[in-house]
């Protein structure tokens, strides 16, 4: 079942209950469940539970996410569960204080199109998958070209961040992109790509994050995307889908 989650948030009715803990010194637990309810084109009746998992030690640093999203959307039963982590490790005692950062995402598929369920996962729909890590801007971690929701993909993450100055960082990330099951549609995402449904390989992106807030209130920001699409896209006569990059820059003033 393809969806459209801009769709979903026209007259959606939100229900949300949640609980916060700290299990440990420095570890953050969030634990919520969420129903959805109506919709302008899509009838949701729609639960989503999960839990935030997220905490320091020392200069090492994580958070963990994990989802199941179950109900029906008009006439058909869907189900999926979601899975995010990320590491990162700040080496504050080297000039530049640079950073590493690795993780995985994954959002289930629909292992059997047919049977009259879906079984891709659904994000809450109230998520922005964005994060800041040791810089002083944040950016889209899932990638900023395509920005995809965790709907049928593995995203694997890895990059470097420094901090020039106090108020400045430069972040480099690389992304790899699959899909759980096999399938000739996307989940939301910024591509006009359409998969053969032939290969799970969706390809690989690579972003740079510059962020400069030295003359606060004045920040600028300058990303730059990068994405190479995979064998999903290549056509069995051969044709191979073009590659696509962008450059966006930024500049607010607080007052």
Excluded: C
């Amino acid at each position: 079942m393809l969806f459209d989650a801009d769709v979903e948030d026209k007259e959606v009715v939100n229900y949300l209950i949640g609980a916060h803990a700290e299990p440990l010194a420095g570890q953050q637990l969030f634990v919520y469940g969420l129903h959805r309810h109506n919709g302008e084109l899509i009838d949701l009746d729609r639960t989503h539970l999960g839990l935030s998992l997220e905490g320091q030690i020392d200069d090492f640093e994580y958070w963990l996410d994990a989802g199941w999203s179950f109900g029906r959307e008009d006439d058909v039963d869907v189900s999926g569960t979601g899975v995010d982590f990320l590491a990162m490790y700040v080496f504050k005692d080297i000039p530049l204080d640079p950073s590493l950062f690795a993780g995985i995402a994954y959002g289930s598929g629909d292992s059997e199109p047919f049977d009259g369920s879906d079984g891709n996962f659904r994000q809450s729909g109230l998520n922005d998958n964005q994060t800041r890590l040791n810089g002083v801007t944040s950016f889209r971690y899932l990638g900023e070209l395509a920005r995809f929701d965790l709907s049928n993909l593995v995203v694997a993450t890895a990059g470097i961040g420094f901090r020039p100055f106090d108020r400045t960082s430069i972040d480099f990330v690389y992304h790899r992109y699959w899909q759980d099951e096999k399938a000739a549609f996307l989940g939301p995402s910024r591509l006009r790509l359409t998969p053969t449904g032939l290969s799970s390989d969706i390809g690989q992106g690579f972003d740079v994050v510059f962020g400069f807030e030295y003359f606060w209130p004045l920040e600028v920001k300058i990303l730059a995307g990068y994405f190479h699409p995979g064998e999903a896209f290549m056509q069995p006569a051969g044709g191979a889908a073009d590659d696509a990059w962008f450059i966006l820059a930024s500049v607010k003033y607080s007052f």
